[in-house]
């Protein structure tokens, strides 16, 4: 028989499979992957049915997508937040027993180098904005103490900037702070507090999306890292509650138990309560 009888023909109905014969081993989980990717693409090409001048403008936008992205700025990752793949992958590796605190994307603000402060000091360096001051309590699911955690924060400022975005405006390791609970599991300290934001618009990714009509908004938070020996590391945001755009968060990160009320009481001005709660961590991870 002639070897092009076994030719698969590359036609409409089976360009998926023509792509993944060619693999030799297909068993391999990159082939897999690719093979699935690449299936995914043919199906939204059968399905939008683009003429040639329209594919050309998509191969456009994934070479500008490149081309903005350099060792300042990561486009790629930008795209992978905003159309929630980022958020996606931490929900499916991360997912905790009813009562923990959840996971979500750490941000592309986050700095390894965070001073550690003492219990109560504030972290406003600057001192501008409305002053906040923030309580919380470290558990585990049992309701006991974790006395060892590390408490990791940082913030956007009073007008929705961090510090390492304005390094000629605002001083080095403003609103960044390292604690580390009482015997209690207890921690507070002061800040001011933070706005939302929106994200970065200038680039290929959010001009394609903000001409499609998509929110590029991020609803005022706090970020924390939470870390103890013996327990799966937490990475969350704390959410302003009274924030009107807690439904359009860019990076998908809002979920009930993270939005808490910033409480203006008159005396001290305005709190914010917050509970984190870790779990074991399971054997080879801890984070």
Do not use: C
């Not at 979500?104 to 409305?130: H, N, Q, V």
């Not at 906040?132 to 309701?143: C, H, K, P, S």
């Not at 390492?164 to 209690?184: I, K, Y």
């Amino acid at each position: 028989m002639s070897r092009a009888a076994d030719l698969i023909t590359f036609n409409e109905a089976t360009s998926a499979e023509a792509f993944a014969s060619r693999f030799g081993t297909p068993d391999d989980a990159t082939a897999r992957l690719l093979s699935a990717v690449v299936g995914q693409v043919h199906e939204l090409i059968k399905e939008f049915r683009p003429t040639q001048e329209q594919w050309r403008k998509v191969i456009d936008f994934l070479t500008e997508v490149g081309h903005a992205s350099d060792e300042r700025r990561q486009e790629w990752v930008l795209f992978s937040d905003l159309v929630g793949a980022s958020a996606l992958v931490e929900e499916i590796n991360s997912r905790r027993p009813a009562g923990a605190t959840p996971n979500t994307i750490r941000g592309p603000f986050f700095r390894t180098d965070t001073p550690e402060r003492a219990l109560g000091s504030s972290i406003s360096l600057d001192g501008i904005g409305e002053p906040l001051e923030v309580e919380g309590r470290v558990e585990d699911l049992d309701g006991l103490p974790i006395p060892t955690a590390e408490i990791i924060t940082w913030q956007a400022n009073a007008e929705g900037y961090y510090e390492n975005q304005q390094p000629d405006l605002q001083p080095e390791f403003n609103l960044r702070g390292l604690f580390r609970a009482d015997p209690d599991g207890r921690f507070h300290y002061r800040t001011v507090r933070p706005a939302g934001y929106g994200v970065p618009g200038d680039g290929p990714v959010g001009r394609l999306l903000a001409q499609a009509g998509y929110p590029l908004h991020r609803p005022a938070h706090l970020h924390f890292v939470l870390r103890a020996p013996g327990f799966e590391t937490i990475t969350t945001h704390i959410y302003d509650e009274s924030d009107p755009r807690l439904g359009e968060d860019a990076l998908f990160g809002v979920r009930p138990e993270l939005v808490r009320p910033f409480e203006t009481d008159g005396r001290s001005g305005t709190k914010v309560s917050v509970k984190f709660v870790m779990i074991r961590a399971r054997p080879g991870k801890s984070k």
